[in-house]
């Protein structure tokens, strides 16, 4: 329906009050009607305050507003645009405005279930219970993902609390409860160091649908000397070797490129002068000469010439004698400690791609002697039931999105995929990256046996408990009996939205939770981004922002903010910009990277500048310094 229908011809003050009381009557019908279907969810099947504002809401979106909207400006009234989080309490009080204007007595309706205060006092007050305290001049919280290193760094997680990290994310699909509780109790003592509180959100880990392991090459060390534009080597290569089982360098020398290791035994009979003699894995004849002492019983070696050294390499110590002849003092030496590369799998726009049940490592396409394909690449995927639900025909994306395939054929141990979008240079098949079925209906269920394992641990450890891959009412009922059955009933639940179910099931997600359990809403956006496409990303977002601004739930915005800073250390303009947007949410989460602390305080600079210019969708008018003096 359009909010025409409600309108005459004309945009008299007297044609947008009936339009209003019209709109009115039909938006409490709709409110009513939705909310009967979750009576069961609410304490003696009474709506919340919230849940009605959420369900009047729905009611009044239903409508397409803009020429309602329009004839309401044009007479210098509240156009709705900032209705969310008191839907009844503004439609009132525009219709109270315009009973004065056209002379007319409305019957009163019934009181609001939320006034203009209540709405963001409301939200407020959830956030505040779900992410703690905020800073000083400044209301969102920020996340930040914690890394491994987190579990044995206990300056880094002090840094991170001292530089504005207001909740600590735990993603249990990484390390482990032991790591998990090694990084709980630094966060503990940097908040005693700090003064500042700090949340834990642990993430369940879901059914995340990733690639196998890739098949491995021989081990081999590439011993490479520098050279000079004519190809004269001009420094030699310079390798640590260590006793195998002893203490990585701390600060190794400079110039070290390489590190092998050998038995104790066979390096104290190493001394300076001496020389390993050996054949590459081309047959080439090699030495590595011994130049001096580590500490630790390890040597600096030098090679002079380029070499490939693998596992089955064979070396002879060698020592010179009186005569300045090279004596060979030891046999069979072997050293270990060599790289193991993944084979590399490149796959370009109308190639091949299969993928299997994992009984196998992934590896590159066979060609025959002519280039004529045999066989194509291969990978496998860590859920392999996934075979039975796939159809022909349906969409795959690779690695959030890098690459886009199409299933020419399925049967219940694999799928063959047509590669029909990715870069013109190609794109890596790597292992451990997501695979999306935008659309599919996989029926892995909510929660996996590894979920439930963690969710003993997350119940007694975390603040909140993030659900990955949630898209249904029943979906959360799940969660919350696995919560109740552990006397967690009051944990609060952060739905991740990030698949098109979940976008689509949203208003029934938070109508059967709100009466049950606090909660809070994290929009993935790259997850999102790869399952309703980059261009609708953008509208989505904001759609999400405004259904849980309606239903007064904290919101999480997420997924690569400042992420190329948190990485490299680079300043993206766009990510800047972005930064900036996030302000809108109640809590903005940040991944990890080795420039993290970079990203948090610049994250809080930006948040802290952009609270005197944004609140939602309303713009906070400060006086602009650009204006200058009057």
Known sequence: MNAADFIGKGDALHELHAALVGLRHEVERGAQRRLAQFAQDFPKDQPSASAWNLAHYLALRSFDLRPLQAALARNGLS?????????????????????????VDTPEPAPAPVSFEQGDRTLATNALNLFGTAPSARDVRIMVTLPSEAASNEDLVRSLVGSGMDCARINCAHDGPEDWSRMIDNLRKAEAFTGRRCRVLMDLAGHKIRTGPLARLPAVT???????????????????????????????????????????????????????????????????????PLEGGGWVLHCAKGSYIG???????????????????????????????????????????????????????????????????????????????????????????????????????????????????????????????????????????????????????????????????????????????????????????????????????????????????????????????????????????????????????????LETMARTGAVSRPELTDAAMSGRAECVMLNKGPYILNALRSLDDILRRMQDHQHKKMAQLRALRLVGPR
């Open 79 to 103: 156009s709705l645009g900032r209705i969310e989080a008191h839907v009844m309490a503004n439609l009132n009080q525009v219709i109270r405005v315009l009973d004065r204007l056209c002379d």
């Open 222 to 292: 590439h011993v490479k000397p520098r050279r000079n534009l004519l190809g004269r080597t001009v420094e030699a290569a310079v390798i640590a070797l260590l006793p195998e089982g002893g203490d990585p360098l701390v600060t190794p020398p400079a110039g070290i490129r390489h590190h092998l290791f050998g038995a104790p035994e066979t390096l104290a009979a190493l001394q300076p002068g001496d020389r390993l003699a050996f054949e590459d894995t081309r047959g080439k004849d090699r030495h590595l000469d011994v130049v001096r």
């Open 311 to 561: 596992d089955d390499t064979v070396m002879a110590q060698q020592r010179l004698d009186a005569s300045e002849q090279w004596r060979t003092l030891a046999q069979d030496l072997r050293f270990g400690g060599h790289a193991q590369e993944m084979v590399d799998i490149r796959l370009f726009k109308g190639d091949w791609l299969r993928l299997t049940d994992g009984s196998r490592p992934g590896e590159p396409a066979r060609l025959d002697a002519d280039g004529n394909l045999l066989e194509p690449a291969h990978v496998g995927v860590l859920t392999p039931e996934i075979f039975e639900h796939l159809r022909p025909g349906q969409p795959v994306w690779i690695d959030d999105g890098k690459a886009g395939a199409a299933i020419e054929s399925v049967d219940g141990r694999s799928a063959l995929l047509h590669i029909t979008h990715c870069r013109p240079q190609g794109f890596r098949l790597r292992e451990d990256k997501g695979l999306n079925f935008p659309g599919a209906d996989l029926r892995l269920g909510p929660l996996s046996a590894r979920d439930l394992a963690d969710l003993d641990f997350v119940a007694c450890h975390a603040d909140m408990v993030g659900f990955s891959f949630v898209e249904t009412r029943d979906d959360m009922r799940r969660l919350m009996d696995e919560l109740a059955r552990r006397e967690a009933s009051q944990l609060a639940i952060v739905a991740k939205i990030e698949t098109q179910s979940a976008v689509q099931n949203l208003p029934e997600i938070i109508l059967g939770t709100i009466g049950r359990h606090p909660l809070g809403i994290m929009i993935a956006r790259g997850d999102l981004a790869v399952e309703l496409g980059a261009e609708r990303l953008a509208e989505i977002q904001e759609e999400l922002l405004w259904l849980c601004e309606a239903a007064h739930v904290p919101v999480i915005w997420a997924t690569q903010v």
